[in-house]
């Protein structure tokens, strides 16, 4: 693996939780400010999502994930 690959690798990585933040957040009709009240949960430790957002939350991670694995895959053939 050369550098460039390393770099290009790291830069796919390291833009994933934005990337699923931008897109929840589009999805859901969210703020950046609702997603991280989202994320910390209630005071009483009450889940503050409801089913359907968690399901749409996960096949949002899901379609990100898979995607960048798609990409990853085609440095591994070099």
Not at 14 to 29: F, S, V
Request: aromatic fraction near 8%; glycine fraction near 6%; charged fraction near 25%.
């Amino acid at each position: 693996m050369d550098i460039k690959t390393l770099m290009t690798l790291h830069g796919s990585i390291t833009a994933m939780p934005i990337m699923i933040r931008t897109e929840i957040c589009n999805e859901c009709g969210w703020s950046i400010p609702t997603y991280y009240r989202k994320v910390k949960g209630s005071a009483e430790g009450q889940p503050s999502i409801s089913r359907a957002e968690a399901e749409k939350i996960y096949s949002i991670v899901k379609k990100i994930f898979t995607e960048q694995l798609s990409q990853m895959e085609i440095y591994e053939k070099k």
